[in-house]
């Protein structure tokens, strides 16, 4: 990010021609089968794993981390890439009803794709992501997306989600498994 909260520099992206690729998932596919054996047992109402602390583009997170950490149904974890870290963060995603995405460092993450593969419903906290061939795909479908203003007032992101109807967390976790 530089000075003036960009993440690039003027001339160094185009977005109108630029393709943004997916990452590839970290963690397993929890295919339909999975989903649906860990429906009834996800028991965290949203959960991260990952550096607690960014640079520039990550001081939402502090801010996420100081308001969210001890509420008693949700994770929030220091940790790192490596095959601890992945099965500590599959584990995760697949007992947690969300998954939080908040701004960092770079305009995007391996965190949402693994959250989608795990079928964990992304909150994607940013004011400013460029999603991989979002002219095509719908993500309001798939993930629930929160103004960073909002996300760090106090109580407000605990509120938002624990107002979600069953219905729609049902919906959304059955469209995080189609094609």
Sequence with gaps: ????????????????????????????????????????????????RGRLKRNAGG????KLVAELQ???????????????????????????????NPAGDTPSSARLFDAIVSGCIPVIISDELE???EGILDYSKIALFVSSTDAVQPGWLVKYLRGIDAKRVREMQSNLLKP
């Design 59 to 62: 001081k939402i997170r502090s």
């Design 131 to 133: 999603l991989p061939f």
């Design 1 to 48: 990010m530089d000075s003036t909260g960009n993440w690039y520099k003027p001339g160094q992206v185009y977005l109108e021609k630029d393709v943004i690729l997916p990452y590839v998932p970290n963690v397993d596919l929890c295919d339909y089968k999975c989903v649906s054996e860990t429906q009834s047992k996800r028991s965290t109402l949203l959960f991260f």
């Design 70 to 100: 001890n509420i008693e149904d949700i994770i929030i974890e220091e940790g790192s890439a490596g095959a601890k870290g992945k099965v500590a963060a599959q584990t995760g995603m697949r007992k947690s009803l969300f998954c939080l």
